[in-house]
């Protein structure tokens, strides 16, 4: 899996090149780059890249907001995109152990978005 991830992040950082995401964050999930696993790489504004390996909701807070969201699979495209403003998510680590972690508005944003990807939801 470190391969995968070293390609997302090979993929991430030409596309930071030729586009400036500082402000809203940045993600990709492989099967945008026509991998078949559930593995993506999100990097919310500020914040270290955070690698999720078969990731998973566990909870979702009943508190949603609604915002644009765009996406680098229809560039040009935003529509308004319902999210929860705090998500539990479960995520394997390189070891194999899993992990929980709570995100909250943006980051649960961009990670909701990547799981949706994984999910095979457009």
């Known amino acids: 899996m470190d391969d995968v991830v070293g390609q997302l992040l090979d993929v991430m950082e030409r596309?930071?090149?030729a586009h400036d995401f500082s402000g809203k964050g940045l993600g990709l999930a492989?099967?945008?780059?026509?991998?078949?696993r559930s593995a993506a790489v999100?990097?919310?504004?500020?914040?270290?890249?955070?690698?999720?390996?078969?990731?998973?909701?566990?909870?979702?807070?009943?508190?949603?907001?609604?915002?644009?969201e765009?996406?680098?699979?229809f560039f040009d495209?935003?529509?308004?995109?319902?999210?929860?403003?705090?998500i539990t998510v479960e995520t394997m680590t390189a070891?194999?152990?899993?992990?929980?972690?709570?995100?909250?508005?943006?980051?649960?944003?961009i990670i909701g978005h990547k799981i949706d990807h994984l999910r095979a939801v457009p």
């Open 15 to 17: 596309i930071r090149r």
């Open 70 to 73: 765009g996406c680098l699979s």
């Open 77 to 86: 495209v935003r529509a308004q995109v319902p999210r929860p403003l705090r």
């Open 30 to 36: 492989v099967p945008q780059i026509g991998i078949g």
């Open 42 to 68: 999100v990097q919310p504004p500020g914040s270290a890249p955070l690698v999720l390996l078969n990731p998973r909701f566990t909870d979702a807070a009943e508190a949603m907001d609604e915002r644009f």
């Open 95 to 109: 070891a194999g152990s899993t992990e929980k972690a709570i995100r909250e508005r943006g980051d649960a944003r």
